[in-house]
């Protein structure tokens, strides 16, 4: 049995021209290559495909939002997802998938399972640094958050003018004055 069969195009059926597809991607998908960082994904993604005689023009774009963890507060908050990658399928001798632009299929192949492609991109999508909105304009309350301003260093103000004394002789020694 084929994984992740849903996204399998068959190209070979179809007539020269451009052609739409949507799929719905959950977090299902992810858990299907291993992937568990996601509490929970909504995302849309269309995919345009552009069938010529010779090869396949591929547009993927996705819109969504992908339910992750604060990496400061560890809070769950939903973080919005977009992404769009353009993908040239032409046709050879053998499979070789090097190039991220250009994808190359064997002869007498009939269909293109997008599965893998559309992972990589969405995962690439999300920020590597996950901070909650409300951490930044101060409307999360958290334990976490209420734990690190407690321990966060005091500052002391001193006034400017006012130097160290230890460093007061240091400046007798300054000949450019």
């Known amino acids: 049995m084929e994984k992740h069969k849903e996204f399998s195009i068959p190209f070979s059926g179809l007539k020269q021209g451009k052609h739409q597809f949507d799929f719905k991607v959950d977090n299902a998908f992810f858990d299907s290559f291993g992937y568990r960082e996601f509490n929970n994904a909504d995302i849309d993604?269309?995919?345009k495909l552009n069938r010529m005689s010779t090869m396949l023009e591929l547009e993927f774009?996705?819109?969504?939002?992908?339910?992750?963890?604060c990496d400061l507060t560890s809070e769950p908050f939903d973080q919005p997802v977009k992404g769009n990658m353009e993908l040239v399928v032409k046709f050879g001798e053998v499979y070789n998938d090097e190039?991220?632009?250009?994808?190359?299929?064997p002869h007498g192949?009939?269909?293109i399972n997008i599965?893998?492609?559309v992972y990589?991109?969405?995962?690439?999508?999300v920020p590597q640094k996950r901070v909650h909105p409300g951490v930044n304009d101060g409307t999360l309350k958290s334990e976490a958050l209420k734990r690190l301003d407690e321990l966060q260093p005091k500052e002391t103000r001193?006034?400017?003018?006012?130097?160290?004394?230890?460093?007061?002789?240091?400046?007798?020694?300054?000949?450019?004055k």
């Not at 001193?158 to 450019?176: C, V």
């Open 109 to 111: 192949e009939h269909q």
């Open 120 to 125: 990589e991109m969405l995962v690439l999508a």
């Open 45 to 47: 993604l269309i995919l």
């Open 115 to 117: 599965a893998q492609l």
């Open 99 to 105: 190039d991220d632009e250009i994808l190359i299929l």
């Open 61 to 69: 774009y996705a819109q969504g939002t992908v339910n992750v963890d």
């Open 158 to 176: 001193k006034d400017e003018n006012k130097t160290d004394p230890r460093w007061d002789a240091l400046k007798d020694l300054l000949t450019d």
